[in-house]
């Protein structure tokens, strides 16, 4: 283990193991994240996304931070993101009960705030798919070209305030490895089953549990730097 290592998980238990230790600061949160979803949905994102791709950064070039990676726009981008990423599962969670009803299958509204059973898992699934489906791929695709945006801009902050080159990133974007690994693989052997578990868990842990699953996209999206 490197010093940067040790570094990196010191900060990370720093970050995180107040709220697991003190009752206080655990309440505050709860209350704070009940009151204020979008505001805990940019910070959950901001953090523990960043946190991702500087994990899936070590693991794809031995090291946490290197010249005009960007992290602090990284960190704005993310928190952007998360607050979409709220209102997409809210949106999924209620439409899609909401359309499997509609083609005939009761109850699936209801279902869904019921305990676990194989129909909730079913209704669960259904919501990942139609997320993963319709959400997914074009969330996945301007991630990438944000990305794409803030290595242009050398990492600097000036990539927020700097209109995106949209039609010049899009045409030299890897469309191979977006397809193949990204769409391909990651869609329906990853995010799908990861999805559905969100679904399956109560209203107030799923943007965390989302959040948390950024580093895992971290280690994800280095493994697809890896590959030509």
Not at 102 to 107: F, P, S, T, V
Request: with cysteine.
């Amino acid at each position: 283990m490197k010093k940067s290592d040790f570094i990196f998980i010191v900060i990370v238990l720093a970050l995180f193991a107040p709220f697991a230790l003190s009752d206080v600061l655990y309440g505050w949160y709860q209350t704070f994240n009940a009151e204020h979803g979008m505001v805990m949905s940019f910070l959950k994102f901001a953090i523990l996304s960043t946190l991702g791709e500087l994990l899936g950064l070590r693991l794809s070039s031995g090291i946490y931070l290197k010249r005009g990676f960007g992290i602090w726009p990284r960190a704005v981008v993310w928190g952007l993101f998360g607050m979409a990423i709220n209102l997409a599962m809210i949106i999924f969670a209620n439409g899609v009960p909401i359309a499997l009803e509609y083609i005939g299958m009761r109850d699936a509204s209801t279902l869904m705030a019921g305990p676990l059973n194989v129909e909730k898992i079913v209704v669960a699934f259904c919501i990942s798919i139609g997320m993963n489906g319709i959400f997914a791929p074009v969330f996945m695709t301007f991630h990438k070209i944000t990305d794409t945006h803030i290595l242009a801009c050398g990492g600097s902050l000036r990539a927020l305030v700097t209109p995106l080159p949209m039609t010049q990133i899009l045409c030299h974007l890897n469309w191979a490895a977006q397809w193949n690994f990204v769409f391909k693989k990651t869609i329906p052997l990853f995010w799908v089953p990861a999805h559905t578990i969100t679904f399956l868990l109560p209203s107030e842990a799923r943007v965390l549990f989302a959040a948390l699953l950024g580093v895992a996209l971290g280690v994800l999206l280095a493994v697809a730097a890896r590959m030509k």
